[in-house]
């Protein structure tokens, strides 16, 4: 119809916007000092060996779970899907904080239980606590590929002598190779952007680094270190973009009905994962709660918080329209969409100290709320657009054309069918923006207004400070804050499946 | 009236539909028929605005459409009902029907005739195909639309439902007055519902003509085998008036008037339908074997090898059981005229 | 020894060391003011706090908010060295944001002062300091001493050494804070009292086996824990974590005429001009805050009358090095070597 969809020059600029960060590291950088030395070799190496471990660890424990909650039939089996995605709600260094502490000589598990614990630190801690928390992204993106494979492939493999064990290895897992990948790429993507963890876990990660280059000597190093972590997220982001997922026509999927006992096996051997990463953070917080009390907390902090992150929410899903929709409309439109996928890998406090540098060249902006809602749109507006695009993609084409031709115009027809349709995706990516920005931490230390304490900003200075048993009401609002917008997360995607798309066939 | 001149269309490189002509009176049906595609649902997504054609002009009324300046669907007030249903599915049936009208008595009207007053309430995803499909028809209607487009309305529907529905579909776009175009795969549908019948193969415009006109007197044998079971025999026929002032074909089984097509003449193919042969087993001079024997409940259809190394497709009452392989004699018993094709 | 208090022996090292103090000090100290004569705060404020020292800061801050209802007090968290940078960085880019900057040790106020952006103070603020603690362009505010946390069970008061430079080659399991100004400041010490190849020598011997923590309390408590034997922190680390626990597993040791038992001071300086952010600082110097800094927090007052704190050792026995403090402002050079090193 017209030559130039009209979501383009709006979604441009947005992709622009996205690219800011980079271009004033660029610009940063040049008065740098040093560019690479032994040093940074150490740091990188520690930046891989975790993104590695993550990844390894993630695939390892969301495999099985996404083969587990997709195919095996149970009772509650919606129950025990949200308590495996509950990871999710989170923040990785809460759990980094709960094992740091509860672990070793001196930990709480010794005083409480009187039993000595080996402690959680350093490398291997860190790539235990990041596949904790990164593993529901493996386990989701596999579960919903493996949901949309037909079982007749198995069934026929079954019929030709091949046991279950053997057909799920040979005839599925290979297809959904690609959906695996997604998300241990993403899981790859947060262990590099991770602050928090390295930090408690006291391994020497490119954000560790940064942090301390920042503090200590100003932007210009910190922005060097920051372009050279940029470069590993680019490669990441560039695999992510070759891996496309194969569409099959889908059918009925496999259903496992196995013995009572297996089934209780198979639940049990969940539940040490379950224990590591929710329960016991959980419970250490808990026990702080009890034994400290709420000193020192304002409940203002978590106005603080959710305020700032629902800002960032409504905005970054305002934004994530334009691109979403152009991403649909054509070729140039997907490359500004991976545009706006930048921002995602560019870690929290590489996004702060850039519009640290901003913020000083545009003085009305500098240590306003609006800097920092800024830079928690740039960073999670991906995860609006995804949202939004998987939604617009499923309407039914026939029905914006159905409306045109009853005489609605193109900006008539968007509004009254296309925007209400893709509400729940909107909703959806709103609270994944919310959650996210929930519990952001480097940007928000660097970039928040003097005086803004967030839950996270509270936590990392009561850790900071030693006095960590406070991080127990702070740690305890962000988990329950975090655990509502799961959960409207996770129902936006399962009604999405079932009231957007034109019901065929009835 | 819609007037359609030399409208073409293209797809990247391929051109899809091509040089397309015609024009619609004030409340005719004209069905466009054709095989899978030839261009129906494209010629539809052009009248409607839809998609930009290449060359030609549509007009209707105070618009006329062309390539250079086009006029957007939501100006051409035209009506369309798809195949899929298209139905809203976050509004109630009375809000999808009433989407863009301020006044509800048309739309009242409407939902009314086709019996759907106790679904007004009701999200398309309770109702049934059928009841869907009546919706759309509504929604469409009562937006009064100076034309309607019908994209293979009933394909989505089990056989039995299609039925009824054809007729009552019918109905209401007579009742409402309007000129429709109604694409099809169907034959049958084809035959029955319209005033007028156009078949398209790939793209083109091949005959456009009355039901009867297009099955008796096709224009090509294109449109002979679309429209039915269509067996060629071998005849011979005299086009001059004087010597054959009956216009009689002969054939080996038997003779019968025929209507010359593009000056066919000597010898020629003559068209016949099952339904115009006979089948006689317990014949004494049997002239064809049959090859195979179709059970359709009210009759049989066989498929009979003359001697003369003809196929023929016969239709016979159900009561006439020949066994495949056995001898039998093939008659010709119409007397209105078959249409005879140049060699 | 004639016992001198600790600060009187401090002002001897002085006019014997050839500390370049300002004008002021010629003139001899004042008494410790009241917070009863001090003017009323009003109006807007802007603090950068460099470290909340574990909200015993936050008290006097909350006091003096409540004193002050008309005051609206803004305060910024963070390190000492990264509000410095900010500070500076704010400076250069024409941005004005703080009024004040509180820091933990010299080293920040040492870069925020050569970056120009201190105001000067009035004299009659900077004498209410103790002699050798009145300087033109910034105020001290407490007093704090290097030392060396150790755990009674695990090591005996001999086997620590007297100077600071042997733990660098001793068995003892050391816990350090790298990233903690005050310990910056002592490496910058150590740097300019013993040289920068024994310094970095010194740095790769303790990195070897030492335990990192995010912070000097982190390390008294992991020397309480028994996880390291000995660490490096300011004195008032471990008085405060005795007070909770008076059986806590720590005493404190000092070593002898080095950096290791430097004596530091955590500085305010004013950035804007007027007389709020003076007025403010004055707060600070009141007898009532720097009692309560003392008794609570441990800390070393600055000001005439005040007592000292309770556990510290017999000052007339500690033996500072000489050292101007505004000399720990060099500390780009530590960062670098620290970061050099590995440490960092």
């Known amino acids: 119809m017209t030559n130039w969809p009209k979501s383009y020059p709006l979604a441009l600029l947005i992709a622009l916007m996205a690219l800011l960060p980079v271009g004033v590291l660029f610009s940063l950088a040049q008065d740098s000092a040093q560019f690479f030395d032994t040093h940074n070799l150490r740091v990188l190496g520690n930046t891989l060996a975790l993104m590695t471990l993550t990844i390894i660890g993630s695939v390892l424990i969301g495999v099985p779970l996404a083969l587990f909650t997709a195919y095996v039939q149970m009772p509650f089996k919606r129950f025990w899907l949200i308590v495996l995605a509950a990871p999710l709600a989170l923040p990785s260094y809460i759990g980094a904080f709960a094992m740091y502490f509860s672990f070793g000589r001196g930990g709480e598990i010794e005083n409480v239980l009187g039993v000595s614990t080996p402690p959680i630190s350093g490398l291997w801690g860190s790539a235990l606590v990041m596949s904790l928390y990164t593993y529901p992204f493996v386990m989701m993106t596999t579960r919903s590929s493996l949901l949309s494979l037909d079982a007749s492939l198995v069934n026929a493999a079954r019929t030709l002598g091949l046991s279950l064990g053997a057909s799920l290895w040979r005839v599925v897992l290979p297809r959904v190779v690609n959906s695996i990948a997604a998300g241990a790429l993403l899981a790859a993507l947060y262990a590099l952007s991770d602050f928090g963890t390295p930090a408690i876990m006291g391994l020497d990660t490119f954000t560790r680094v940064i942090f301390v280059e920042y503090n200590a000597f100003g932007l210009s190093q910190a922005a060097m270190l920051s372009l050279q972590l940029m470069v590993i997220v680019g490669l990441i982001l560039f695999i992510e973009s070759r891996i496309s997922g194969a569409t099959e026509r889908p059918g009925r999927h496999l259903s496992l009905f196995p013995a009572p006992w297996q089934r209780n096996l198979m639940l049990f051997a969940t539940m040490p994962i379950v224990f590591m990463s929710i329960v016991l953070p959980l419970a250490i917080f808990t026990l702080w709660l009890v034994r400290e009390g709420t000193g020192g907390f304002e409940l203002s902090y978590a106005w603080n918080s959710a305020h700032a992150s629902f800002i960032a929410a409504i905005v970054a899903v305002l934004l994530a329209i334009p691109v979403a929709h152009a991403a649909i409309a054509g070729k140039a439109g997907r490359l500004m969409e991976r545009i706006t996928y930048f921002g995602f890998g560019v870690p929290g406090i590489v996004m702060g100290t850039a519009l640290v540098y901003v913020g000083l060249q545009l003085p009305a902006f500098y240590q306003t709320l609006s800097l920092l809602v800024m830079a928690y749109v740039l960073r999670f507006i991906p995860l609006a657009v995804g949202s939004v695009r998987t939604t617009a993609e499923n309407i039914d084409s026939g029905l914006v054309k159905a409306a045109r031709v009853l005489g609605a115009s193109p900006r008539e027809a968007f509004i009254r069918i296309t925007l209400p349709l893709t509400l729940r995706g909107m909703i959806a990516g709103a609270a994944l923006v919310f959650l996210e920005a929930m519990r952001e931490l480097p940007a928000t230390l660097m970039l928040g207004p003097t005086g803004f304490e967030t839950l996270a900003t509270y936590m990392w200075r009561v850790y900071e400070a030693g006095y960590f048993g406070r991080a127990a009401v702070p740690g305890l609002l962000l988990v329950l804050l975090s655990g509502v917008g799961l959960i409207l997360m996770l129902s936006g995607e399962r009604k999405a499946q079932f009231t957007v798309t034109e019901d065929k066939g009835s | ?343 | 020894m004639q016992r001198r208090t600790f600060l009187q022996g401090l002002a001897a090292a002085t006019a014997l060391g050839g500390l370049p103090l300002g004008v002021a000090s010629a003139l001899s100290p004042m008494a410790s003011v009241s917070v009863e004569s001090l003017p009323k705060l009003e109006g807007d404020l802007t603090l950068y706090l460099g470290r909340g020292e574990g909200g015993l800061y936050e008290n006097v801050l909350q006091a003096i908010e409540k004193r002050n209802p008309k005051l609206n007090l803004k305060i910024r968290r963070g390190g000492s060295a990264a509000l410095a940078n900010t500070i500076v960085a704010e400076k250069k880019a024409g941005v004005k944001r703080a009024d004040l900057f509180w820091a933990v040790d010299t080293g920040s106020i040492g870069m925020v002062t050569d970056a120009g952006a201190a105001k000067p103070l009035p004299t009659d603020l900077t004498t209410q300091l103790k002699e050798g603690f009145q300087y033109p362009s910034w105020s001290p505010v407490t007093g704090r001493v290097r030392t060396l946390p150790y755990n009674t069970q695990r090591v005996s008061p001999e086997q620590i050494p007297d100077s600071v430079m042997a733990l660098a080659d001793s068995d003892l399991k050391l816990g350090w804070a790298p990233a903690y100004s005050s310990f910056q400041s002592f490496v910058t010490a150590m740097r300019l009292l013993e040289g920068e190849k024994a310094t970095r020598a010194w740095l790769k011997g303790v990195n070897r086996n030492a335990k990192k923590y995010a912070g000097e309390l982190g390390v008294v408590m992991g020397v309480e824990r028994g996880e390291v034997d000995v660490g490096f922190a300011n004195h008032y680390y471990t008085l405060r974590l005795k007070s909770g626990k008076p059986d806590a597993n720590v005493a404190l040791a000092y070593t002898k005429n080095d950096a290791g038992c430097l004596v530091n001071a955590s500085g305010i300086v004013a950035l804007s001009d007027g007389d709020l952010p003076v007025n403010f600082i004055r707060y600070l110097l009141t007898h009532e805050v720097q009692s309560y800094l003392a008794r609570e927090a441990y800390e070393i007052p600055l000001v005439q009358d005040v007592a000292q704190p309770e556990g510290l050792a017999s000052l007339s026995t500690l033996t500072p090095p000489a050292m101007d403090l505004r000399n720990l402002a060099d500390l780009r050079p530590t960062l670098n070597l620290m970061r050099d090193v590995g440490v960092l």
């Open chain 2, 1 to 343: 009236m819609l007037r359609v001149s030399d409208l073409s269309v293209n797809y990247g490189d391929t051109r899809v539909v091509d040089k397309l002509n015609l024009a619609l009176g004030q409340d005719e049906i004209l069905m466009l028929v054709g095989p899978t595609g030839c261009g129906k649902t494209t010629i539809l997504q052009a009248l409607a605005g839809l998609i930009p054609i290449s060359e030609g002009e549509i007009s209707l009324g105070n618009w006329a459409s062309t390539p250079k300046k086009p006029i957007p669907p939501e100006k051409r007030n035209v009506g369309m009902v798809f195949q899929d249903f298209a139905l809203f599915p976050h509004l109630t049936v009375q809000q999808n029907v009433c989407f863009r009208l301020k006044d509800t008595q048309l739309a009242d009207h409407w939902l009314s005739l086709l019996g759907l007053e106790s679904f007004r309430d009701a999200k398309p995803a309770r109702l049934s195909g059928g009841q869907k499909q009546r919706v759309a028809l509504a929604r469409t209607l009562a937006h009064e639309p100076a034309f309607v487009l019908l994209d293979e309305p009933l394909s989505n529907l089990d056989a039995a439902l299609k039925d009824s529905l054809r007729w009552e579909i019918r109905d209401a776009l007579k009742k409402a007055d309007v000129p429709a175009i109604w694409v099809t795969h169907d034959q049958e549908e084809a035959l029955s519902v319209g005033d007028r019948v156009g078949i398209l193969n790939k793209g083109v415009l091949e005959q456009l003509d009355t039901p009867e006109a297009c099955y008796s007197t096709p224009a090509s044998r294109f449109v002979a085998r679309f429209m039915g079971e269509a067996s060629f025999l071998q005849a011979s026929y005299d086009n001059n008036s004087a010597s054959n002032p009956n216009n009689t074909v002969i054939t080996d089984i038997g003779n019968v008037p025929g209507t010359p097509l593009h000056h066919a003449h000597g010898d020629v193919d003559l068209l016949v339908r099952p339904d115009d042969l006979s089948l006689n087993g317990a014949h004494p001079s049997p002239n064809g074997t049959v090859e195979w024997v179709r059970y359709e409940g009210e009759s049989r259809l066989y498929a009979v090898t003359l001697d003369n190394g003809s196929h023929l497709k016969v239709r016979v009452s159900h009561e006439n059981a020949i066994k495949p392989g056995e001898r039998a004699h093939v008659q010709l018993v119409t007397t209105h005229p078959l249409a005879v094709f140049p060699k």
